[in-house]
């Protein structure tokens, strides 16, 4: 019931990734809405009628308090009782990571969970993790996103030892703040393949395959690329409706060359992001999410849950007390 183009969009992605095959599907919500969407054709889902709704601007807080009877609040509760083993929202995010974190709990080892981004570059996607559930972090945290976004990148992308930096403003390993000459020294000694300092400008010449750093820094970096992608799409269409005849000739032949990139640049393509570090498969989604994008999370959704991306991360952890497990849950 979450999310700008909800519940239309989200029922109409839910339909796709049913069609597809290998996922059954609950839709949590108000029945009244969600079953006139269905049709023929989608029978076997599930409509789990929760009449409750958390507000988009509803602080995490307030929402967390009042989860009892809601549809994001019931759809954790499935993952925490078995009876899903993902749930997914494109509602308000900040509640999502509240009600996951207090309901399902973290997972040994690990401080604080983190939102993981599938991000594009010129030789093929990366990880960014934290995309944004903490804005304050302590190195040992980002040392732990770091772990995360390791396994998250082999299992969602294949990637068998993915290349692990961390964010800073150059590559030398002098420079830097505090909290990331910190980070990097405890993850010279992390079982991962840490590259060291990645600059922002080397991003997407793929430098890494997962690049780690605090939710502040990282949620810049989403939503200045995400700014930057919608900027290039307006330059180009304004270049080609101000072109001469023969320039819109040569655009048209280019279209497909257009369409390719515009693919490779679009949010939906990625689907959602996982809430990392919970124990459960917990996937947020843009608030604008449509169909595509529903349907691709719920495909990442599907991946996660089978390659049990949860005990991944537990197996990561093993003899990781020097990146702070020992004060974790405590």
């Given at each position: 019931?979450?999310?700008?183009?909800?519940?239309?969009?989200?029922?109409?992605?839910?339909?796709?990734?049913?069609?597809?095959?290998?996922?059954?599907?609950?839709?949590?919500?108000?029945?009244?809405?969600?079953?006139?969407?269905?049709?023929?054709?989608?029978?076997?889902?599930?409509?789990?009628?929760?009449?409750?709704?958390?507000?988009?601007?509803?602080?995490?807080?307030?929402?967390?308090?009042?989860?009892?009877?809601?549809?994001?609040?019931?759809?954790?509760?499935?993952?925490?009782?078995?009876?899903?083993?993902?749930?997914?929202?494109?509602?308000?995010?900040?509640?999502?990571?509240?009600?996951?974190?207090?309901?399902?709990?973290?997972?040994?080892?690990?401080?604080?969970?983190?939102?993981?981004?599938?991000?594009?570059?010129?030789?093929?996607?990366?990880?960014?993790?934290?995309?944004?559930?903490?804005?304050?972090?302590?190195?040992?945290?980002?040392?732990?996103?770091?772990?995360?976004?390791?396994?998250?990148?082999?299992?969602?992308?294949?990637?068998?030892?993915?290349?692990?930096?961390?964010?800073?403003?150059?590559?030398?390993?002098?420079?830097?703040?505090?909290?990331?000459?910190?980070?990097?020294?405890?993850?010279?000694?992390?079982?991962?393949?840490?590259?060291?300092?990645?600059?922002?400008?080397?991003?997407?010449?793929?430098?890494?395959?997962?690049?780690?750093?605090?939710?502040?820094?990282?949620?810049?970096?989403?939503?200045?690329?995400?700014?930057?992608?919608?900027?290039?799409?307006?330059?180009?269409?304004?270049?080609?409706?101000?072109?001469?005849?023969?320039?819109?000739?040569?655009?048209?032949?280019?279209?497909?060359?257009?369409?390719?990139?515009?693919?490779?640049?679009?949010?939906?393509?990625?689907?959602?992001?996982?809430?990392?570090?919970?124990?459960?498969?917990?996937?947020?989604?843009?608030?604008?999410?449509?169909?595509?994008?529903?349907?691709?999370?719920?495909?990442?959704?599907?991946?996660l849950a089978e390659r049990n991306l949860v005990g991944t991360i537990e197996a990561s952890l093993s003899g990781t007390l020097a990146l702070g497990a020992a004060e974790v849950n405590?």
């Amino acid at each position: 019931m979450g999310g700008d183009n909800a519940p239309g969009e989200i029922v109409a992605g839910a339909i796709l990734a049913y069609r597809d095959g290998g996922v059954d599907l609950s839709l949590v919500g108000d029945e009244a809405r969600i079953r006139p969407l269905l049709g023929e054709g989608a029978g076997a889902i599930e409509v789990v009628h929760v009449p409750g709704e958390i507000a988009m601007d509803a602080p995490a807080t307030q929402a967390m308090r009042n989860a009892r009877g809601t549809s994001l609040g019931h759809v954790v509760e499935m993952v925490r009782s078995g009876s899903a083993d993902a749930a997914l929202s494109a509602g308000n995010s900040g509640a999502f990571l509240a009600i996951a974190l207090v309901r399902l709990r973290t997972i040994p080892g690990i401080a604080r969970p983190a939102i993981a981004a599938v991000l594009p570059t010129k030789g093929g996607p990366f990880v960014l993790c934290d995309a944004g559930a903490n804005v304050d972090c302590r190195p040992e945290w980002i040392a732990q996103f770091a772990l995360m976004g390791d396994a998250y990148a082999k299992i969602a992308l294949g990637i068998e030892r993915p290349r692990v930096g961390i964010i800073s403003i150059g590559e030398e390993r002098s420079k830097g703040n505090q909290q990331t000459l910190e980070s990097a020294a405890l993850l010279d000694d992390a079982p991962l393949h840490f590259i060291g300092h990645v600059e922002g400008k080397d991003i997407y010449e793929h430098h890494a395959d997962v690049v780690c750093c605090d939710g502040f820094v990282g949620n810049v970096i989403l939503k200045t690329s995400e700014g930057a992608g919608q900027f290039i799409n307006v330059m180009l269409h304004e270049m080609i409706d101000e072109a001469p005849p023969l320039g819109k000739l040569g655009a048209a032949l280019l279209k497909p060359s257009f369409d390719k990139l515009r693919l490779r640049l679009r949010y939906d393509t990625y689907g959602g992001a996982p809430l990392l570090g919970v124990r459960g498969a917990c996937i947020i989604t843009h608030g604008r999410s449509n169909r595509i994008a529903i349907r691709n999370a719920i495909r990442n959704a599907v991946t996660l849950a089978e390659r049990n991306l949860v005990g991944t991360i537990e197996a990561s952890l093993s003899g990781t007390l020097a990146l702070g497990a020992a004060e974790v849950n405590g």
